[in-house]
């Protein structure tokens, strides 16, 4: 796959680091995410998407460095990423290219939701990244 080595490259591995996938999961991607995060020690959580949304699933607050979202956009699962996500840490989504994104309208409600940075990215043959911050207090307070 074209730009994987640059699609980890964008996620800073480190010990006892926590990543949450959550959608329709790539398994070549995850896979490699998988291999990555084990190498440092770090835990890979991937959640129902329903069961999220619903509030099936309970995420402590600050719980993890990067969300990484396949397929989906979803206005409250916005909201529900930036409450587990930590203080300067990163949402990664992923977006078929062959489905009816618009990545235009898709970085506008990310930013609506106080995420920042928000930016989209064309390294990978499948998928449009788009890649944003939760910097807490720069937006929200």
Avoid: H
């Avoid at 396949?70 to 992923?94: C, K, P, R």
């Avoid at 939701?113 to 449009?128: E, G, P, Q, R, T």
């Amino acid at each position: 796959m074209r730009g994987l080595k640059l699609f980890l490259d964008m996620i800073n591995f480190y010990p006892n680091m926590q990543i949450l996938e959550l959608g329709d999961i790539n398994r070549e991607l995850s896979s490699k995410i998988s291999e990555k995060i084990k190498e440092c020690g770090g835990d890979l959580k991937q959640f129902n998407f329903d069961k999220y949304i619903k509030g099936d699933i309970k995420v402590e607050p600050r719980s993890f460095e990067y969300i990484v979202i396949y397929n989906i956009f979803d206005i409250d699962l916005l909201e529900l990423s930036y409450q587990a996500l930590e203080n300067s840490a990163d949402l990664i989504i992923l977006l078929d290219k062959t489905k009816d994104f618009d990545v235009w309208e898709l970085k506008e409600q990310i930013e609506k939701k106080s995420f920042v940075a928000v930016n989209d990215i064309d390294i990978l043959d499948d998928f449009y990244i788009i890649n944003a911050k939760k910097m807490y207090m720069w937006a929200r307070g």
